[in-house]
């Protein structure tokens, strides 16, 4: 099926190969797709290095207590955080958090005063110290390691597959021919996916 | 003779079967004696009939308030109304044990009567794994665990639900979760099937494909239901605050998504034999984890309706499936070799292992997160939280890079991509993404974490829509009106297109996510009879509370009004509830408005006193309900790849590449 399913397309790519033949395009239009994702992949950059540079407007109060509150956990609930607890104690941990940020001291030292007075299970996250640094650090290392590994299995079958063609870069040096081959492949290869026991493709054979 | 007596019959009788049924199953296959498999099969019948007995005998206790059940004394009282008195089934731990046990019975049936499309071999080894699972619950339901006991004394009244658990989201949220933890037991029994036999091939994949679709949907629609609950009962503004016990529920849904793609590269080129493997069982061994994890309270959690001693039975129970699991597994490493050669790591293929790769980081990482407390206090004797700021940093990426995956895949081909042909596919989704990377930031999205997720958000749902298009203009150009030609394509092709929608449905839930997680705004406000209230472009203005003794209850009700520009938009009753029973734990009617710019207002009633003074706490959450019309889209697109295929004539020319399917009426994939 995948055979005929091709040969339709085959014509279609040897007439199309025919035409792009007759008005050759230069180099820089041929690579046209790759220079549109790298432009938007530019615009993209620019747009967050932009807001990254200008992200510095200054948080209002209520908006620094919410962050700072939002990393203790309320010690009387379950599960809520003292940013969003409504019981009266995580009420007058905010009001203490306002004030000492109004006496301009530090998120972070507000939180270890926090730390001190309730103990360290008051913080909502792990801290990136001790013993606690292996709640970061585990998932992370074992995230890159398994990247690691994934690419060396990639790698290992690809070596095993030695009979398979190199994949072709996306070199200027190629020629029109193999790149409409190559499009006319992803085509026939859309077409395959789509045309396994469709009735619709079946009467295009039929004809053929 | 009481009702609960005969469910106690019931069980034991269903426990007596499902053993019959385990031995026969084994001695059948183990001999070839078909008598014995048939009479295997027939047992599993007759236990689903005896466990459909057990519940009715429950459900029956229940509406006729038998209080003389301990069960029933505990969990209802005469004042719930008739729906809450048959959810109160499972509102415990014993009853929705039996409701699990009760589940497995009733699937295990499905699959009985549709074990014809199965693989003959594996049936019978399928039938002694459910069994078994079964035999360990009933175990534990007839002994420690028992919904039936009676108390000598039967009370005049019972003590009722937990007033939390009475919300419409007691009707569907927990049957769905505890349905979905179930439902993986089927895939694991059929792998634990092929491991025996060594039947090793794609055949057992094909077979439990709709099985893991099923529990995949199944499980989905528990985690969003469960999400829209807390958020619309818990007044915290949210709706996933990583407990642990949300996490236990999202992990085999986690390790079931991975191999639901993963699965797919096995079909199709032959390898990740040993990976889909450790996939089906991974969700099998999880979802008896999570079970374990709620039931023990070795972790401490909001889900603490439960505990008791049976975390031990759990644990057991867990160790053996693990220690059998990898027995098996290890004794037929060796047939698991790969069938087909590996061609490029630009590929479709490529970035499945990509996407499996990421899928089981999370999990992993909140597998970490959510059992780092316990090995602190184990190793350091030290207590510790991890809490969603934590899950945040580690996941929220992990989310970003997983969608942008999302987009590339469905642009590659299997085997291999030319560059030249991915550049292409690439186009118009980067450009898509990078003019929503511009426009936003002029709308006001300050946020560049917020721009960042939204650009990949465009991304991903610009490459789903150019990806239908471009199906649909191929069948156009075979001659087919455009419209005809979408229809045909979901028609067509479910699974591709099923695979779609839900996709783009993950997309709209990440929006809501990071709308939520980047622009909510919170503020408290304690106002007096006529006083406003201002936050981000609306007023509130307070009228009044009102105060109402109902038979069972009683409730406060404040009156506001929302504004905005002048205008009024409608009235708003922000409330508490407080039953007579559970005094301590008044329940928030919270008032959510869903604004058209798909904002919504969340009010919540922190205090009250008198008719004229109120605290609340306002909310305003963006996006929020995209996180529900994701779920929609992802029951919708689950439901159409789960969907069964019209069976057609045998194909004429037997395609060789969508392999070599051993009987007509195995689903073809062509995803």
């Known amino acids: ?91 007058q941990m905010r009001g203490i958090i306002r004030q000492q940020l109004q006496e301009g001291k530090s998120e972070q030292q507000i939180i270890q005063y926090f730390e001190q007075s309730y103990g360290p299970s008051i913080v909502w996250s792990p801290p990136w110290q001790g013993f606690s640094l292996l709640a970061w650090l585990v998932p992370i290392i074992l995230l890159l390691g398994g990247t690691v590994v994934v690419f060396m299995v990639m790698l290992d079958w690809r070596k095993a597959a030695a009979t398979a063609p190199a994949v072709s870069g996306a070199g200027t040096l190629e ?34 | 003779m009481y009702f609960s007596d005969l469910g106690v019959i019931a069980l034991m009788l269903a426990t007596g079967f499902a053993v019959f049924a385990v031995i026969t199953a084994v001695l059948g296959a183990a001999r070839d004696i078909p008598q014995l498999k048939t009479s295997a099969a027939r047992a599993v ?177 528990g985690l969003i239901l469960g999400a829209w609950w807390a958020y619309h009962v818990l007044g915290w503004g949210g709706y996933w605050s990583w407990d642990p016990v949300e996490n236990a529920a999202l992990l085999p849904w986690l390790t079931a998504t991975a191999f639901l793609h993963s699965s797919m590269v096995q079909e199709r080129r032959g390898m990740l034999k040993v990976w889909n493997l450790v996939l089906v069982v991974a969700s ?31 644990l057991v129970f867990l160790a053996i499936a693990v220690i059998f699991s990898l027995g098996l597994f290890f004794f037929r490493l060796p047939r698991l070799q790969a069938e087909q050669e590996f061609d490029s790591v630009i590929s479709r293929e490529g970035i499945f292992l990509f996407n499996n790769l990421l899928l089981t980081g999370i999990t992993f990482a909140t597998l970490w997160g959510t059992l780092f407390p316990l090995i602190t206090a184990v190793v350091r004797k030290q207590e510790m939280t991890v809490g969603p700021p934590f899950y945040d940093n580690v996941n929220g990426p992990l989310l970003g890079v997983l969608v942008l995956a999302m987009g590339v895949g469905p642009l590659l081909a299997w085997r291999r991509t030319s560059m030249r042909a991915l550049w292409r596919n690439l186009c118009v989704p980067a450009l898509v993404a990078a003019l929503f990377a511009i426009i936003l930031p002029l709308l006001g999205v300050t946020s560049v974490l917020a721009n960042i997720g939204f650009a990949i958000c465009a991304f991903t749902a610009s490459a789903i829509f150019y990806e239908l298009w471009r199906g649909a203009k191929v069948r156009h150009s075979h001659g087919e009106p455009y419209v005809l030609a979408v229809l045909m394509l979901f028609n067509r092709y479910r699974q591709r297109y099923g695979g779609y929608i839900i996709h783009l449905g993950m997309v709209i839930l990440t929006v809501g996510i990071i709308g939520s997680q980047f622009f909510q705004q919170q503020q408290d406000f304690t106002l007096n009879a ?109 439901v159409i790849c789960w969907w069964p295929e019209r069976r057609r004539a045998p194909l004429r020319a037997a395609p060789v590449e969508h392999g070599a399917t051993s009987s007509p009426a195995a689903t073809t994939t062509t995803v």
């Open chain 1, 1 to 91: 099926m995948s055979e005929s399913a091709g040969s339709v397309t085959k014509k279609q790519l040897e007439q199309q190969v025919a035409e792009t033949r007759k008005a050759q395009p230069p180099v820089w239009y041929r690579s046209r797709p790759m220079l549109i994702v790298a432009l938007a992949v530019i615009l993209l950059a620019l747009s967050w290095t932009y807001m990254l540079i200008h992200d510095e407007t200054s948080m209002t109060l209520d908006q620094r207590v919410y962050q700072v509150a939002s990393q203790l956990k309320c010690p009387i609930c379950q599960g809520e955080s003292v940013a969003n607890s409504p019981s009266a104690l995580a009420q």
């Open chain 1, 175 to 208: 020629t029109i021919e193999v790149d409409e081959k190559e499009l006319a492949e992803y085509r026939k290869q859309v077409e395959e996916e789509l045309a396994a026991e469709d009735p619709l493709f079946w009467r295009r054979e039929e004809k053929h």
């Open chain 2, 45 to 221: 019948l007759v236990v689903a009939v005896f466990m459909l007995l057990a519940a009715a005998a429950l459900i029956i206790s229940f509406l006729t308030h038998d209080f003389g059940v301990r069960y029933v004394a505990e969990e209802s009282s005469l004042a719930m109304p008739w729906y809450y008195v048959t959810a109160a089934f499972y509102g415990g731990q014993q009853g929705s044990l039996l409701y699990w046990a009760v589940m497995l019975a009733i699937f295990s049936a499905i699959f009985v009567l549709s074990s014809k499309r199965a693989p003959a071999a594996l049936v019978p080894y399928v039938i002694a794994t459910l069994m078994t699972i079964l035999t360990f619950f009933l175990i534990v339901l007839s002994t420690v665990s028992n919904p039936f006991t009676r108390s000598p004394v039967a009370p005049p009244d019972g003590q009722g639900l937990n007033p939390l658990l009475l919300d419409p989201g007691m009707l569907v949220h927990p049957p769905m979760l505890l349905m979905g933890f179930m439902s993986f037991a089927v895939p694991f029994a059929f792998a634990v099937a092929a491991m025996i036999t060594g039947r090793l091939n794609s055949e057992w994949l094909r077979s439990i494909r709709r099985w893991m679709l099923a529990s995949w949907t199944i499980q989905t629609v």
């Open chain 2, 284 to 314: 099998f061994l999880l979802s008896i984890f999570g079970t374990f994890e709620v039931r023990s309270g070795v972790i401490s959690s909001v889900h603490s309706f439960a505990y008791s001693d049976i975390g031990a039975y759990f």
């Open chain 2, 530 to 638: 006529g006083q406003s209230a201002n936050i981000a472009g609306y007023q509130l203005t307070f009228l009044g509370n009102i105060d109402a003794h109902n038979s069972d209850n009683e409730s406060i009700t404040s009156q506001l009004q929302i504004w905005q520009n002048g205008q009024l938009l409608r009235y708003i009753y922000p409330g508490r509830t407080i039953y007579n029973n559970f005094q301590d734990q008044p329940v928030s009617q919270i008032s959510i408005t869903t604004m058209p710019n798909l904002t919504d207002i969340y009010v919540f009633l922190a205090d009250w006193q008198g008719a004229s003074q109120a605290q609340i706490r306002v909310f305003i959450n963006p996006l929020v309900v995209l996180v529900w019309y994701g779920g929609l889209f992802m029951l919708f697109g689950g």
